[in-house]
């Protein structure tokens, strides 16, 4: 993400990396959560990039229901899209 500009490659990257981690670590509810963390906060606010994100942390969320640290990093993405 540093180096690319390309917004499309980056989202098929993230999309790839979603696909190893459901395939690899599938009950890594942190890890889901370690990853969309770190890509929301670098990828100034990219739309496309918040959206898969998202995903990620939607996922992590369904493996853990109770995680409130899981809400509150979904809440703070959709504050970055202005879904309030």
Known sequence: MARETDDELIVSKIDELIIALRQNESKNADMFYNISRLFA????????????????????????????????????????????
């Not at 918040?50 to 229901?65: F, N, R």
């Not at 509150?72 to 993405?77: A, L, N, V, Y």
């Open 41 to 84: 906060r670098y990828c100034g606010r990219k739309a496309s990039v918040l959206k898969k994100t998202q995903i990620l942390m939607d996922y992590a969320s369904t493996i853990q229901p109770d995680n409130a640290t899981f809400m509150s990093e979904i809440g703070f993405q959709r504050a970055l899209l202005g879904d309030y």
